[in-house]
């Protein structure tokens, strides 16, 4: 097992493309580390050149001590599963499964070992005679990642791995490799679009967008402590309300034609008459029928998704989306007040939509 | 899904297949047919008279040793066109599918021999070989060869066996870029992370993942080689010296149109017939079924 650390990696594609602006990354040894972002942010690059599938225009990856920006992909001692799965369609499954310990020139007797034990860790044993396209999508994956642990690399390597399953098996998958990452400990960088697979599997998940990465954190961070408006709207479902407010007193902010919202002053480095972004997540409002405080909101529909109600509406200027646990008080009125609690409201810079918490 | 055409009339069908039936029966079956009754007839030397004589132009000809001279020029000739154009165009197609700078150029410029007509591509060979003339015959003059295909069975041979490949080469290559482009590229992406340098990842993964294209090429060369190269035959050694380069389908001409026996030549064309149906035969089996993997 080994780290991998990247160092202002730049991508620029024939014709000027920027697909990775200079990303900065630090993916320790046995961590979990998932790169997730809307399509064209630049993570399947960063992990194609983790590969060396693309060359690395400028700055350095480390794999371990070694920096491998000119190491073929072959001797780089990776292993990868697609999001196709790319198995060799004309071998059975057994033999996609040896074909890269042959290639390493394996004792014949270890390649049978280590094949059996991995089918059976994938429960693909009764499988190993058949040739990939007799198998389903949830299979293929599998044999996928089969042919990668067999190999006992450094780094596995996954892309979008889960996009082309349905959305049962990719639960189960989902759970799969996280039970396999528990029990091999290896080092993982998994690509995804999907926050919800980044939320379960990752231990740090790396949100990137247009290139740059946006937040390193813990899932917990990203959601709780998102750094940039990018990260906030693109973490949960539905995604933060953003509203543009302004400070008006000490935890204190205004936003426009709608009352004010207090904010836990310690947590934010703002001046009174600063303009911001106010984030509020929105499972953390509340919804009154009247009262003093809190944003004057209009009601236009409702959402119901059994376990919440997404309640649908406008404060001022600002769409809102109020998401209501069942069971939970709802007033069912067209004006209603909204409350949140201080901790729960975020600031942004209006000018950089980057958080107004220090450092 | 299947798509009918609904007509009100019996007659419009009929007469949007006649152009093409018409074109069949003109120049297929009739001909066809035509051979097939030749095939039974001998005529004399001056064609005043004609005697219906069963088999016995079939019986001459496979008890003659010319006509295995010929099968046996023609295995060879197949052979060496069919083994040489389809690597030669492979190599070329995996060449050209790594995305280089000009591939699209490359690409092009290497389809051009197709268009050439095979009795022109003869030509051009013929010149570039002549033994007093030719720029190349002069070259190999000049490093000792012994360079003439006039009279020498090899040499024209290799000569017919060059202008054949350098024509068909384009067709394969063609096919063999189209082929490569249907290999996903996280194939062989998978197969350079499993440890597989790129000659190992070529006979490994590519070359097996071709196989239906090649097997495709191989008979509709065998074909090529059997029928289309008359031109380049003709153009270049016709058929010398010494019957070397006769392979059946210039002996069904020489036989026939310049030797007169038009009941041998007939009976040829019948045996040559019953070749193609059967290859024919064979590549639709084989294509319907695809060549697994």
């Known amino acids: 097992m080994a780290s991998v650390t990247l160092d202002t990696v730049r991508k620029v594609y024939l014709g000027g493309v920027e ?30 050149m983790i590969a060396g599938l693309e060359t690395v225009t400028s700055g350095t990856i480390r794999i371990g001590d070694r920096v491998v920006n000119d190491i073929e992909p072959s001797e780089r001692d990776i292993a990868m599963v697609f999001q196709n799965y790319a198995l060799y369609p004309h071998m059975s499954v057994y ?31 009764e499988f190993l005679t058949r040739k990939p396209r007799a198998l389903s999508g949830g299979q293929r994956q599998r044999v996928a990642m089969g042919r990668a642990v067999v190999r006992d690399p450094q780094v596995f390597l996954f892309d979008e791995p889960l996009s082309n399953l349905d959305a049962k098996l990719r639960v189960q998958m989902r759970l799969e490799i996280r039970r396999l990452h528990q029990r091999l400990k290896a080092t993982s960088v998994f690509v995804t679009h999907d ?10 998940v790396v949100v990137m967008s247009k290139g740059e990465i946006q937040q390193v954190g813990s899932p917990t961070d990203v959601y709780r402590k998102p750094t940039t408006t990018f990260v906030a709207s693109f973490i949960g479902s539905p995604a933060m309300n953003l509203m543009p407010g302004r400070v008006v007193g000490r935890g204190m902010v205004e936003i426009a034609n709608a009352g004010t919202l207090a904010f836990d002053a310690g947590q934010f480095m703002v001046g009174e008459g600063d303009q911001v972004e106010v984030g509020v997540r929105p499972e953390d409002w509340a919804l009154f029928t009247s009262g003093e405080g809190g944003l004057a909101f209009r009601r236009e529909f409702v959402e119901e998704l059994g376990a919440t109600r997404l309640v649908h509406g406008s404060a001022g200027a600002a769409p809102i989306v109020v998401a209501i646990p069942s069971g939970a008080n709802d007033p069912e009125t067209r004006d209603a007040r909204l409350v949140a609690k201080a901790q729960a409201v975020h600031l942004f810079s209006s000018a950089t939509g980057r958080t107004l918490r220090p450092a | 899904m299947e798509k ?44 005043t008279s004609t005697q219906f004589v069963w088999f016995e132009n079939y019986q001459s000809l496979l008890g003659n040793p010319e006509y295995y001279k010929a099968m046996s020029v023609t295995a060879l000739f197949s052979t ?10 492979l190599l070329l197609a995996a060449m050209a599918d790594r995305q280089i700078r000009g591939a699209l150029a490359f690409r092009t410029l290497l389809i051009w021999p197709y268009a050439v007509a095979p009795a022109i591509a003869g030509v051009l060979w013929l010149f570039m070989f002549q033994p007093s003339l030719g720029m190349v015959a002069q070259l190999l003059r000049r490093y000792g060869v012994d360079w003439n295909p006039l009279l020498n069975g090899n040499h024209a041979m290799t000569l017919v066996v060059m202008a054949a490949v350098w024509k068909q080469v384009s067709y394969n290559f063609l096919f063999f870029l189209a082929g490569l482009a249907a290999i996903p590229r996280s194939v062989i992406e998978a197969a350079a992370i499993d440890g597989a340098r790129p000659w190992r990842r070529f006979w490994t ?3 097996p993942l071709l196989s239906p294209t090649t097997f495709f090429l191989l008979v509709v060369n065998i074909t090529y080689v059997f029928f289309e190269t008359f031109g380049i035959i003709d153009a270049v050694t016709q058929g010398g010296p010494s019957k070397e380069t006769t392979t059946l389908v210039y002996k069904v001409f020489s ?28 590549q639709f089996r084989y294509i319907e079924r695809k060549v697994t993997y």
């Open chain 1, 19 to 48: 697909a990775v602006k200079g990303a900065s990354l630090s993916i320790p040894d046995g961590s979990f580390t998932v790169l997730l972002g809307p399509s064209g942010c630049g993570k399947s690059t960063l992990l194609r």
């Open chain 1, 95 to 125: 033999d996609n499964m040896a074909y890269g310990l042959r290639n390493r020139g394996m004792a014949k007797d270890e390649i049978e070992r280590r094949v059996a034990e991995a089918s059976r860790m994938l429960a693909i044993e």
């Open chain 1, 195 to 204: 926050q919800v697979e980044a939320m379960t599997l990752a231990d740090t």
């Open chain 2, 4 to 47: 009918r055409a609904i007509f009100s009339g019996q007659t419009l069908p009929y007469l949007l297949l006649l152009p093409q039936l018409a074109i069949t029966i003109l120049f297929f079956y009739w001909p066809a047919s035509q051979a097939v009754w030749q095939s039974f007839l001998i005529e004399d030397a001056f064609g």
């Open chain 2, 80 to 89: 060496l066109v069919t083994v040489f154009s389809l690597s030669i165009a």
């Open chain 2, 205 to 207: 993964i590519v070359f």
């Open chain 2, 255 to 282: 036989d026939g149109r310049l030797g007169g026996d038009l009941g041998g030549s007939a009976a040829q064309s019948v045996i040559l017939l019953a070749m193609v149906v059967a290859l024919t035969a064979v």
